[in-house]
């Protein structure tokens, strides 16, 4: 069993190149080369073999007592991970009602007070158990362990999402504890067709993290892929949940995401209803959905809550504004440097005078003001939330007003950036927002050396850029491109609710079903639009009343 404690990455210095990537990869496998070693059946070698693997752990405790008559036993627990109160209860059983009982079966089945306990055979299964919280009890002349789920951690309570916010919808959000976020979509999809495979991940922090999916709508060829995407990953750690997303997405070097992020319970069952499939990481309140499409970029979970026309006119306005954050800079470089008959007279008169006495040309004023507006965003993202909005409103306006005095910007580019940056934040998604920004300044610098024409060739790669992209096999321009016009409900606009009797067709899925429309009609049909059938309060006794005096 020592053998495998004494391989440490030191040890490898001396070897030549072939032992030591052998001893890398044996580093990888870690747990399983420990889920090869069994627990002995003397005590003492099981609690030599703690205190080697343990070695220098301060917070790895080791208990030592006696199970009653006289039968050595050790508890094996991190101190801050596990509930005390229900480890001094657990030790008070075995100590006061063990009545000489030895079998770790017997133990577990009969006399333990704890409702969640497994039993293994192996050290690799203990550990990774006993380091994510869980407490191990080891009986002299028993070749296993019970591991007892005793979890006790800090977590942070449940609240509303602060990167999500609606004014209409759930106000509860993911936390940190990867067990409390798969209850609340437990408790939005109470079927058993939602399956929740974990997995850990990372050499050193064998972080936990579980795929969530319903098998009678997901498409077990992408759930496969998705577990095995995440199987190849070979990392030290996974600190959050966007390391998984840049080491599985189809294309790292594209600015645009290619896997949905979200902290709402609600996108999650929503997601999981349309066939896809989501992954919960333990340590982060942020989960993944793959695949994603672009037009999800476009939606909020408040489209759905609301009237579809309101929802409509929320998302043309988005898609408005998205274009506006896009070009805004580049159209007005290109207007002020090449086409100046596009203005009416007074106004381009107006601009020019405006930009008369300004030393640059159009296209570092607007690097200027773009790069200074980036900065303060940033800023007020970093500062406390008590100065950081203040700071980057007032910073703005101060910093605008103070450069057009000074002469070195137009209040023309002002306008324009103070344009493009609220329509950027009209984007839900933050990251889709991150890729527009990032894309504004190619667009900027083409259009001030060949215009409008610069603009256009930039879209065109831009598009075809988007065609080329797949998220999990899913074309990223679906249902525009492959057209699925089925799909064109719930993309640009937002169709009602008892339009949509099918799930995305661009989606490969094995139930396409989603509702039937025959509702509305039967309201119609029952005379709910005028209220005939319905006997209301105030005409109910006004008819009494003439039958009274009648």
């Given at each position: 069993?020592?053998?495998?404690?004494?391989?440490?990455?030191?040890?490898?210095?001396?070897?030549?190149?072939?032992?030591?990537?052998?001893?890398?990869?044996?580093?990888?496998?870690?747990?399983?080369?420990?889920?090869?070693?069994?627990?002995?059946?003397?005590?003492?070698?099981?609690?030599?073999?703690?205190?080697?693997?343990?070695?220098?752990?301060?917070?790895?405790?080791?208990?030592?007592?006696?199970?009653?008559?006289?039968?050595?036993?050790?508890?094996?627990?991190?101190?801050?991970?596990?509930?005390?109160?229900?480890?001094?209860?657990?030790?008070?059983?075995?100590?006061?009602?063990?009545?000489?009982?030895?079998?770790?079966?017997?133990i577990a089945g009969t006399i333990l007070p704890v409702s969640q306990t497994q039993i293994s055979d192996n050290y690799g299964d203990?550990?990774?158990?006993?380091?994510?919280?869980?407490?191990?009890?080891?009986?002299?002349?028993?070749?296993?362990?019970?591991?007892?789920?005793?979890?006790?951690?800090?977590?942070?309570?449940?609240?509303?999402?602060?990167?999500?916010?609606?004014?209409?919808?759930?106000?509860?959000?993911?936390?940190?504890?990867?067990?409390?976020?798969?209850?609340?979509?437990?408790?939005?999809?109470?079927?058993?067709?939602?399956?929740?495979?974990?997995?850990?991940?990372?050499?050193?922090?064998?972080?936990?993290?579980?795929?969530?999916?319903?098998?009678?709508?997901?498409?077990?060829?992408?759930?496969?892929?998705?577990?095995?995407?995440?199987?190849?990953?070979?990392?030290?750690?996974?600190?959050?949940?966007?390391?998984?997303?840049?080491?599985?997405?189809?294309?790292?070097?594209?600015?645009?995401?290619?896997?949905?992020?979200?902290?709402?319970?609600?996108?999650?069952?929503?997601?999981?209803?349309?066939?896809?499939?989501?992954?919960?990481?333990?340590?982060?309140?942020?989960?993944?959905?793959?695949?994603?499409?672009?037009?999800?970029?476009?939606?909020?979970?408040?489209?759905?809550?609301?009237?579809?026309?309101?929802?409509?006119?929320?998302?043309?306005?988005?898609?408005?504004?998205?274009?506006?954050?896009?070009?805004?800079?580049?159209?007005?470089?290109?207007?002020?440097?090449?086409?100046?008959?596009?203005?009416?007279?007074?106004?381009?008169?107006?601009?020019?005078?405006?930009?008369?006495?300004?030393?640059?040309?159009?296209?570092?004023?607007?690097?200027?003001?773009?790069?200074?507006?980036?900065?303060?965003?940033?800023?007020?993202?970093?500062?406390?939330?008590?100065?950081?909005?203040?700071?980057?409103?007032?910073?703005?306006?101060?910093?605008?007003?103070?450069?057009?005095?000074?002469?070195?910007?137009?209040?023309?580019?002002?306008?324009?950036?103070?344009?493009?940056?609220?329509?950027?934040?009209?984007?839900?998604?933050?990251?889709?927002?991150?890729?527009?920004?990032?894309?504004?300044?190619?667009?900027?610098?083409?259009?001030?050396?060949?215009g409008f024409y610069g603009i256009i060739f930039c879209l065109m790669i831009l598009f075809g850029h988007m065609a080329n992209l797949?998220?999990?096999?899913?074309?990223?321009?679906?249902?525009?491109?492959?057209?699925?016009?089925?799909?064109?409900?719930?993309?640009?606009?937002?169709?009602?609710?008892?339009?949509?009797?099918?799930?995305?067709?661009?989606?490969?899925?094995?139930?396409?079903?989603?509702?039937?429309?025959?509702?509305?009609?039967?309201?119609?049909?029952?005379?709910?639009?005028?209220?005939?059938?319905?006997?209301?309060?105030?005409?109910?006794?006004?008819?009494?009343?003439?039958?009274?005096?009648?």
């Amino acid at each position: 069993m020592k053998s495998i404690l004494r391989k440490r990455p030191s040890d490898r210095l001396g070897e030549n190149d072939e032992q030591s990537e052998l001893s890398d990869s044996l580093d990888y496998h870690f747990i399983e080369e420990l889920k090869q070693t069994k627990i002995s059946l003397l005590l003492h070698e099981n609690h030599e073999f703690i205190k080697a693997m343990f070695q220098e752990c301060s917070d790895v405790v080791v208990r030592e007592f006696e199970i009653e008559p006289h039968i050595p036993a050790l508890l094996l627990f991190v101190d801050g991970l596990t509930n005390t109160q229900l480890l001094n209860e657990t030790m008070k059983s075995l100590m006061l009602l063990g009545g000489g009982e030895t079998s770790i079966d017997r133990i577990a089945g009969t006399i333990l007070p704890v409702s969640q306990t497994q039993i293994s055979d192996n050290y690799g299964d203990l550990l990774v158990s006993v380091l994510g919280g869980d407490t191990a009890l080891l009986v002299e002349g028993n070749a296993k362990a019970i591991l007892l789920g005793i979890r006790g951690t800090e977590k942070r309570s449940v609240g509303e999402p602060e990167t999500e916010t609606v004014v209409r919808g759930p106000k509860e959000g993911f936390v940190e504890s990867i067990r409390t976020n798969t209850s609340m979509i437990r408790r939005k999809l109470k079927t058993p067709r939602l399956k929740m495979k974990s997995m850990s991940v990372g050499k050193e922090s064998n972080t936990a993290l579980v795929i969530c999916y319903l098998d009678d709508l997901a498409m077990p060829s992408l759930v496969e892929e998705v577990v095995k995407r995440i199987e190849q990953i070979k990392i030290d750690a996974i600190i959050e949940s966007g390391m998984i997303e840049e080491l599985i997405q189809d294309d790292a070097y594209s600015p645009f995401p290619q896997i949905q992020y979200t902290e709402r319970p609600d996108v999650i069952a929503s997601a999981l209803l349309q066939g896809r499939v989501a992954i919960l990481v333990d340590g982060t309140p942020f989960a993944l959905v793959v695949p994603f499409v672009f037009i999800q970029v476009m939606q909020a979970s408040e489209d759905y809550y609301e009237r579809f026309q309101i929802g409509t006119l929320l998302r043309l306005l988005r898609y408005i504004f998205l274009f506006l954050s896009l070009t805004a800079p580049a159209l007005y470089v290109a207007i002020t440097t090449y086409h100046h008959e596009l203005l009416p007279t007074t106004l381009m008169l107006s601009v020019a005078a405006a930009r008369e006495a300004i030393p640059f040309p159009a296209v570092v004023e607007a690097f200027i003001m773009e790069i200074t507006f980036e900065a303060l965003r940033e800023a007020g993202i970093r500062l406390p939330k008590a100065v950081g909005s203040a700071v980057s409103i007032l910073g703005a306006l101060v910093v605008g007003q103070a450069a057009v005095q000074a002469g070195i910007v137009s209040a023309p580019i002002v306008i324009v950036v103070s344009i493009t940056g609220i329509a950027s934040f009209t984007i839900p998604r933050y990251n889709g927002a991150i890729a527009i920004r990032m894309l504004r300044f190619p667009f900027l610098i083409v259009a001030s050396v060949f215009g409008f024409y610069g603009i256009i060739f930039c879209l065109m790669i831009l598009f075809g850029h988007m065609a080329n992209l797949r998220s999990f096999g899913v074309p990223y321009l679906s249902p525009l491109g492959p057209l699925s016009a089925g799909d064109l409900q719930d993309s640009l606009i937002r169709s009602p609710s008892w339009a949509m009797e099918k799930r995305p067709a661009f989606m490969a899925i094995q139930d396409t079903q989603h509702m039937d429309h025959k509702l509305p009609q039967q309201i119609k049909e029952d005379g709910g639009v005028d209220g005939s059938r319905i006997q209301h309060e105030h005409k109910a006794s006004e008819e009494g009343k003439s039958n009274d005096s009648s």
